[in-house]
């Protein structure tokens, strides 16, 4: 697993967005450090629903979120974890 950066200004990360309903801040699952880890999110979420439409975003918080987005990763990761592929 990859970590989060924070740049100074803002603590940026990746997720999973619904294409046809949209929700932030994480959309369908996230956050993630790298867009290659939201990838491989969205491939084992359209191999279980293979009918639904998802694209990569990317988005960040002000400050240092670093603590924030990694407990959230981690709820992400269990969330993945639990579907059936």
Same mark, same amino acid.
């Given at each position: 697993?990859?970590?989060? #950066?924070?740049? +100074?200004?803002?603590?940026?990360?990746?997720?999973?967005?619904?294409?046809?309903?949209?929700?932030?801040?994480? +959309?369908?699952?996230?956050?993630? %450090?790298?867009? +290659?880890?939201?990838?491989?999110?969205?491939?084992? #979420?359209?191999?279980?629903?293979?009918?639904?439409?998802?694209? #990569?975003? +990317? %988005?960040?918080? %002000?400050?240092? &979120? #670093?603590?924030?987005?990694?407990?959230?990763?981690?709820?992400?990761?269990?969330?993945?974890?639990?579907?059936? &592929?």
């Amino acid at each position: 697993m990859n970590t989060f #950066i924070n740049d +100074g200004h803002f603590t940026q990360y990746h997720y999973v967005q619904h294409s046809n309903d949209p929700r932030h801040p994480y +959309g369908l699952c996230g956050p993630f %450090a790298t867009e +290659g880890e939201a990838v491989e999110a969205m491939k084992r #979420i359209t191999a279980v629903f293979p009918a639904t439409e998802c694209r #990569i975003e +990317g %988005a960040g918080f %002000a400050g240092d &979120a #670093i603590q924030m987005l990694t407990t959230d990763n981690a709820k992400a990761r269990q969330r993945l974890d639990q579907l059936r &592929a």
